[in-house]
């Protein structure tokens, strides 16, 4: 075959695929009354669960807000619009969805994606093209380390997860005193350890046991095992929903007891409790919210997490977990920073959200110079016959610790 | 001393799946040498196979095992003849490749079916242990041991006494001598195919029992047959039991003793270590 | 991997002259992308120079010396893991210095692990490689210098553009040192040991050696796209820097664009992220099924790769003739 039939077929063919991918039909970004977001989430992949969880939140927070007026900026009223792209759970797929949604699609604004590293690559790109992202699911602190100044978190950061759990049971008596923790690989995971284990020794507990295991492990024997040899009061874990429930399973098939049993993520979400039945149940877990969380949240939404939680029930079938709360927070700073700053600017918006200080069912939503909300506490829930209770801080508790743990042969 | 103990039975308990795991993903290196990189999603489909029983029927997932192993054989036979088979005298990166493609289309598939959500199967008995002085050993994973090692052995005995098992060895041996002699190789070849598949359903079941179930929760096991099948020696069926088991137990002791955040890093020294010195297996023929 | 035949069908040593020259022409047209100011045409194009690279990388070892490589993300990791050690350790934001010592990192890892695992044969060396690849990401999550599991953020240079010219420039001198590698000694060396190793042995040519250097030049290649990349992605960690993609879909990229040619690589780069691209564009949700189903195709009907394709005579009609080829 010749140079230019070889040449002309090639040409062709890159010039066809790629008005193929510029033929997909423009997002509405540029209608002037349509305040657009972009959010790149998990919709496949290891994350896929916990994507569709955020989605959720997101989507209760637009329908809401498309239903009651939209939202009103310097005398305009607006709708709005979230644009969302499959992330696959990949670092680089999002990375490269948030690059496309501010520079192909010009969206306004970016709603983070679900987890740490997503949101860590995705956090360098706003950075650098200048438009402010708010994220709910992403709670490592090294994100913030780096002197971002467009990224901002309204979940308490990852070294809190677990200190709940350790504040609570200091309450308790006979008080536990020897601490294991185990933790997953990945940068929350060891973050959510290492706040528990510093926790720990300033309050004059021991730490007995503490490793970490490969963050996508089907096997966590040798980790049980550890654990047992070791005998501890207290056994916590910081890691993702499958090693919450590998974990939980193990602790039973090798018999191993404890006075508390706590995980970072898990015991919060539907699935955990459904496929564990009453092996789930006196699991603490740390929780951003809970249903019980009696704040008062500012006008402009639902106020009451009642009401929130009865409302999502009615919309999506079930009981909302924090990650649909956080979601529709991080939705709610958006809010209140856009309409504060009466502009769609992104640098007028970035500096409204830095000055942020409003209260709402979720929590304070207020953030350091680092873009972390360092003022919002974890609260603790704990599984009690299959209901997923509120027990710590008494402020907002709707129910009592169930304490020690029985023993898994009298259960 | 009981932590020694204890990680022992532990290390001997998982063998027995990772033998399993590994038996159909040697038969078919071994036999018809293709590395079937879509093994991991025949696994998980096994696994799903249990859970669709158990949740609509509450069927107990021991006797899933025979359903899983026929659907997934038919469905590995299928594969083989109308697909695999116009590549398989191919070099091996070629089917290499076309099963990582079909592994991306299970997987996708059952994403779509199931979706990402983790699904569990907890049976009455699930957890419930005995002990042993100071080792405990919980009941399903005793239970899956001994089927593992029932499915080995009747692999092997199929193998070497069934008229078919025979022609499937001679097949291997020499593929032209065995088709002169009236053996029929595109349908016996998708036999071997199908019966890769089918134990990999078993052992999908297996799996179910003790982990949780997600579409992408077969990769790691793909990972698991090669280095079993490096151990113990390709297309050998005692060669993947003895593989599993010493798989099972260096990373019991490895994670325990260096360190739970390298348990499979050890496992992986172990195998370059054995590749260098010994690249046949353990129990594997010289010159596979 | 022995396709004798397939040498000569595809035109000798480097391929079909003509692919080439096309070849070529579509890399110097790629020099031009950032100009366009899109954001996203440069991260796509910088991660087709990305693939092609590695792509490359691999044909050496994997198509010219016919040894198959399951691992030769770990070079990619480890360059990786250069830029963000400069970065943290040192402040060092120069990419050059990062690809320079990526490179060094990257030849010195596959000249000690080489030795020992290049004397074993076929698809023995593949488990080694995979095995190599799969143990050095664990470690890494090990060593705290390295970030551990948490990895480490990079901060981009400003002129962010500068990345995907640094990409192109690592991509063309891949593409050129194959070239040169084909056309002289070493290549016809490489060529030797993949059709009949003993045979080569017994004229002179000592595999292990060879083999070795062919490892280490795409050690070399591969560090060296790894390093750029890290600074572009402002973030490592261990699961970035190793990943499963690529290690895989660059033997997808070579087989499909043509083992053993100069050109192959880079077509086949251009094609599988042209079709990824557009499958994503347009079904989101189910892109990686249809992604699945066109590499099953693609390899049943084209098992000798797509440059195969305008070599083979009668055109179609050999397509479907070739069915036959492979199958019992």
């Known amino acids: ?411 | 001393m009981q932590l020694f103990w204890q990680d022992l039975v532990n290390g001997i308990l998982v063998g027995g799946i990772f033998a399993v795991v590994a038996l159909g993903f040697s038969l078919v290196w071994g036999i018809m040498n293709i590395i079937n990189l879509a093994h991991g999603s025949f696994v998980m489909l096994g696994a799903y196979t249990a859970y669709v029983l158990f949740s609509t029927w509450n069927v107990d997932p021991f006797l899933s095992i025979p359903v899983a192993f026929v659907l997934l054989f038919v469905f590995g036979y299928c594969v083989q003849r109308f697909v695999i088979n116009f590549v398989v005298r191919a070099p091996i990166l070629t089917t290499f490749l076309l099963t990582f493609g079909l592994s991306l289309l299970i997987v996708n598939f059952a994403l779509l079916v199931f979706h990402g959500d983790v699904k569990g199967i907890t049976t009455q008995y699930s957890g419930s242990n005995f002990s042993i002085g100071s080792v405990t050993i919980a009941w399903v994973k005793l239970w899956t041991l001994l089927v593992a090692l029932v499915i080995t052995a009747l692999m092997q005995l199929w193998l070497t006494r069934s008229k078919t098992g025979r022609a499937i060895r001679a097949m291997a041996m020499d593929i032209d001598a065995a088709q002169l002699s009236g053996v029929r190789v595109a349908h016996l070849y998708a036999v071997v195919f199908g019966l890769g598949a089918g134990l990999a359903g078993a052992a999908g079941v297996l799996v179910s029992l003790s982990y949780s179930l997600q579409p992408s929760m077969g990769d790691p096991f793909v990972i698991t047959a090669f280095v079993v099948c490096v151990l113990g020696g390709l297309g050998s069926v005692q060669g993947a039991l003895v593989g599993g088991l010493i798989f099972g137990v260096l990373e019991a002791f490895g994670s325990q003793y260096i360190g739970t955040g390298l348990q499979d890093a050890v496992a992986l020294v172990v195998l370059l270590i054995v590749l260098i010195l010994r690249p046949r297996g353990l129990l594997g023929k010289a010159g596979a | 991997m022995r396709p004798g035949r397939a040498l000569g069908a595809l035109g000798g040593i480097t391929g079909n002259a003509n692919a080439l020259r096309v070849t070529v022409a579509i890399l110097i047209l790629m020099v031009f992308v950032p100009m366009l100011h899109s954001g996203y045409y440069e991260n796509l194009g910088r991660g087709v120079l990305m693939f092609a690279t590695l792509s490359l990388g691999w044909n050496l070892i994997g198509g010219y010396t016919g040894y198959v490589s399951f691992g030769n993300v770990v070079f990619f990791g480890l360059g990786s893991y250069t830029t963000a050690a400069l970065w943290q350790h040192w402040h060092q934001q120069s990419i050059v210095l990062a690809v320079i010592c990526a490179m060094v990192v990257g030849v010195a890892f596959a000249l000690v692990l080489g030795m020992p695992i290049l004397r074993l044969r076929g698809h023995y060396f593949g488990i080694a490689t995979l095995g190599i690849a799969l143990a050095t990401q664990e470690i890494v999550s090990n060593v705290d210098w390295l970030g551990a599991g948490s990895g480490f953020t990079v901060r981009p240079v400003d002129a962010y553009s500068t990345y995907y010219y640094a990409m192109w420039i690592v991509c063309a001198a891949s593409m050129l040192a194959t070239y040169l590698i084909a056309r002289s000694k070493l290549g016809y060396a490489f060529v030797a040991i993949r059709e009949n190793e003993e045979a080569a042995a017994v004229l002179g040519v000592d595999p292990t050696r060879y083999k070795v250097i062919a490892w280490a030049i795409s050690a070399a290649m591969a560090a060296a796209a790894g390093a750029v990349f890290a600074g572009a992605n402002g973030f490592i960690d261990p699961p970035t820097a190793f990943a499963l993609d690529n290690n895989v879909f660059p033997i997808v990229m070579v087989i499909l664009g043509g083992v053993g040619t100069v050109a192959g690589p880079l077509v086949g780069a251009l094609i599988l992220t042209a079709i990824n691209e557009t499958l994503w564009s347009h079904f989101p949700q189910i892109h990686t099924l249809f992604f699945g189903a066109v590499i099953v195709v693609v390899v049943v009907f084209l098992p000798r790769g797509i440059l195969w394709l305008f070599n083979t005579r009668g055109g179609w009609k050999g397509v479907a003739g070739s069915l036959g080829a492979y199958r019992v």
């Not at chain 1, 008596?173 to 020897?178: D, F, I, L, S, V």
């Not at chain 1, 294991?180 to 690989?185: C, G, H, L, P, Y």
């Not at chain 1, 993702?240 to 098939?253: C, I, N, P, S, V």
Request: glycine share 10%.
């Open chain 1, 1 to 411: 075959m010749g140079f230019l039939r070889f040449g002309g077929l090639c040409a062709l063919t890159v010039a066809g695929a790629l008005a193929f991918t510029t033929a997909v039909p423009a997002p509405a970004a540029a209608d002037d009354a349509t305040i657009v977001f972009g959010a790149a989430l998990a919709a496949t992949g290891s994350t896929a669960r916990e994507g569709e969880l955020t989605k959720e939140g997101y989507e209760f927070w637009k329908d809401y807000t498309n239903a009651h007026g939209g939202m009103k900026v310097g005398g305009k009223t607006y709708k709005v619009d979230i644009k969302y792209a499959d992330d696959e759970s990949n670092p680089q797929t999002a990375a490269r969805l948030v690059e496309k949604f501010v520079s192909e699609d010009k969206v306004n604004f970016i709603l983070g994606p679900y987890g740490s590293a997503n949101s860590a690559t995705a956090a360098a790109v706003v950075e650098r093209l200048k438009v402010p992202m708010v994220e709910g699911n992403g709670a490592a602190q090294s994100i913030f380390s780096q002197g971002f100044k467009y990224t901002f978190a309204v979940l308490a950061p990852g070294t809190k997860y677990l200190q709940g759990i350790l504040e609570m049971a200091l309450t308790l008596k006979p008080q536990p005193k020897t601490v294991a923790i185990a933790t997953a690989n990945d940068a929350f995971s060891v973050e959510v350890g290492g706040g528990a284990a510093g926790f720990a020794t300033a309050h004059g507990m021991t730490v007995v046991y503490n490793n970490k295991y490969p963050a996508d492990t089907t096997d966590v024997s040798a980790v049980v095992s550890g654990i047992k040899a070791v005998n501890p009061d207290i056994i916590l874990n910081g890691g993702h929903l499958d090693e919450a429930l590998l974990l939980q399973r193990t602790f039973k098939e090798q018999n191993v007891n404890a006075k508390i049993f706590g995980y970072s993520v898990g015991p919060d979400t539907p699935d955990y409790r459904k496929t564990l039945g009453k092996d789930a149940n006196w699991v603490f877990g740390g929780t951003q919210w809970s249903p019980t969380a009696k704040y008062k949240g500012a006008a402009g939404f639902i106020g009451d997490s009642k009401v929130y939680a009865a409302a999502f029930n009615k919309k999506y079938g079930h009981v909302p977990d924090y990650h649909n709360a956080e979601s529709t927070a991080a939705c709610l700073a958006f809010q209140y920073a856009i309409e504060k700053a009466g502009s769609l600017d992104p640098l007028k918006v970035r500096d409204a959200l830095q000055a942020l200080d409003v209260v709402t069912f979720y929590g304070i939503l207020k953030f350091d110079s680092r873009g972390i909300n360092m003022y919002k506490p974890m609260a603790v829930n704990q599984i009690q016959n299959g209901n997923l209770m509120t027990v710590w801080p008494r402020g907002v508790q709707n129910a009592q610790p169930m304490y020690p743990t029985p023993p898994w042969s009298s259960r």
